[in-house]
Structure formats: C-alpha cells, structure tokens
C-alpha cells in the first residue's frame, strides 16, 4: 500500500487548490481531503475524501493509520476577521489541530508536516517595510497570537523529536476559484468579483493601505517546493518570510480600471482597518529564495488580468 497525503481543512481557499495541485502531482488515489462537512462537493466529488474534525486527535490518528498517511497538510484555521470575533473558537481549533498532527509526528504514524503561518505574526512593533525574517513579533490578533505560538511550537518539535515539519508565512492570497474566508485581505479578491458585477466596490480598508499579496498559483507552488525541497535545505524550522507584491486598495482599483475603465471605488474602513495597521507593508524573503529557490511569478497586472479572464469565463 503506498503511503498517502492527507489534507485537512482541504474545503478552505488555499486548501481546495492545493488538493487539486497534489492530486495531479501525487496521483488522485494517493490525496485524501478532509473538512468538517461537505460544502464544496467538486472537491468531495472529484477524489477520495472524509469527514475530519481538526480538534478530534483520535479521529486524524485512525484516519492517518487506515489510509497509511504518512504527510499531513494542516490547513484548518479560524482566519483573522473570524477570529476577532470568536477567540476562543479560534484558539482551540489552531492550537489543539496543530498539536495533533506535531504529536503524530513525534510518534512516527506520519513522518512530514506543513503547517501554515501568516504575516499576521507580525504587529504594530515590527519594521513595516522589509519586514526581515527575524524580528519583533507582537501580534495584536488572536489568530496571529495562534501563528506565533504555533511557530514556537513547530520549531520546539523539530529539535526535541525530530519532526519534520515545514512551514511559511502566508501573505494575503489572492484566487479566482474559491472565495475568501474571513481574512482582513480578504477586500483584494471581493474587488474583482464586485468590478465584473458593479463595476463599483465599497472597500473595508482606507485607499492607502498597503499589505503584502500573493496570486493562489504562486502560494500553492510555494507549499509544494517548501515539501519536495531536500531536508537539508529547511534551515528554519519556525515559518519562512514568503513575498510575492504589495499593493493598496488604490492601486489595485486603477489596475482594474485599465480593463474596466468605469469602475468605481468607495472607502469605508472597518475594525478590519486596525488589523491592517498593525501588519507589514512589504516582506523580505530573502531566505526562502536563498534556501529553496523560492520566486513569484505574478506582478499586480498579471495578477488583474487573470482574475477578470477567469471570473468572466466561470460567471458565463
């Protein structure tokens, strides 16, 4: 029986592509997704999948030991906006869904592990621009409390147990497959959508805002390379830096108008404001392009481009 990948949280934005990537790289049969429910039956229905509850250790260990799992992708979260709301929801899922599969690890039913951070590590104290990959790291969200304590946690396991466990820090991320899910980033995709339909977008953040962004194509490639890149070569073991642009609501509004010159944008920030404020606006990388050859493809434009191409093709 060759060994298997497990997914969880597989019905999220990042997780449903990243599925989808691992089946055609691994093979259908040897990716498992799994979620809480079924709410995204193409995934459901397009390769094998279960019914997982991240906060349910018993329940990962059968799933991981009967399918002879032996790499997780931990992808379950309670994202930033969500998370203000419901903290302690959002702290038992993050923390206790990590535990699980580290303790899964260090038992040897699995042997490797992703686990992704966020810039929302980061906080009102660290530099801004250029934000280095060894910094200050005062978050003031409790999903970025989640992400700090996690890093510790999967750089602790690494040196005491060995574990093999990857990780990086998650820009805002942007994709034309799946809606966003309650993340304070979350105004970059919505604006797209809204443009096609409206031609007008109230944003939640002030015009200036600028945040760090990814395309969904770039991050998946990116959690791809950290996993088939040489043990050797993941000399951080806590969560790499990972870039890709930073942009403003502003500027994201006039490289739309370059295909849809009537459109129209409105301010209107909201508590999402103050959990901007306290991120960076631009991200050094430097070591994951040093250690993994890590490199981004998509530019702003390339990025509007290939939104508007595909939402107007899939809203036909």
């Not at 990042?14 to 995204?40: M, Q």
């Not at 609501?249 to 459109?263: N, R, V």
């Not at 999402?272 to 050094?284: E, H, L, T």
């Amino acid at each position: 029986m060759s060994s298997k990948i497990l997914i969880i949280g597989a019905c999220g934005q990042i997780g449903s592509e990243l599925t989808s990537k691992l089946r055609e790289i691994y093979g259908t049969d040897n990716v498992i997704a799994s979620d809480i429910n079924t709410r995204k039956l193409e995934l459901v229905n397009s390769g094998p999948f279960t019914i997982l509850d991240a906060k349910n250790f018993n329940a990962i260990k059968d799933c991981c030991k009967n399918n002879n799992v032996k790499t997780v992708y931990l992808m379950a979260a309670l994202l930033s906006a969500t998370g203000e709301k419901y903290p302690m929801e959002a702290w038992d899922l993050n923390m206790n869904s990590l535990f699980h599969v580290l303790n899964l690890a260090k038992e040897k039913v699995i042997d490797h592990v992703f686990w992704p951070s966020s810039i929302a590590v980061f906080g009102p104290t660290t530099p801004k621009e250029n934000t280095p990959q060894y910094t200050i790291m005062e978050p003031t969200t409790v999903y970025g409390i989640t992400k700090q304590v996690g890093e510790r946690w999967c750089e602790y396991y690494h040196n005491k147990y060995g574990v093999d466990v990857r990780s990086i820090r998650y820009p805002g991320i942007i994709s034309w497959k799946t809606l966003p899910g309650g993340g304070t980033t979350d105004y970059a995709v919505e604006i797209y959508h809204k443009a096609l339909k409206e031609k007008k977008y109230e944003c939640f953040l002030s015009e200036n805002t600028a945040l760090p962004m990814l395309f969904m194509d770039d991050a998946i490639k990116a959690t791809v390379d950290i996993m088939t890149a040489n043990p050797e070569a993941i000399a951080i073991r806590s969560s790499y830096n990972l870039s890709g642009i930073s942009f403003t609501p502003k500027e994201i509004a006039a490289s739309i108008q370059k295909h849809i010159p009537d459109f129209k944008i409105t301010y209107k920030p909201d508590f999402r404001q103050q959990i901007a404020d306290s991120w960076p606006k631009s991200i050094n990388d430097s070591e994951a392009c040093e250690h993994w050859n890590w490199k981004h493809s998509f530019d702003l434009d390339a990025i509007t481009k290939e939104m508007l191409t595909q939402l107007k093709e899939k809203n036909q």
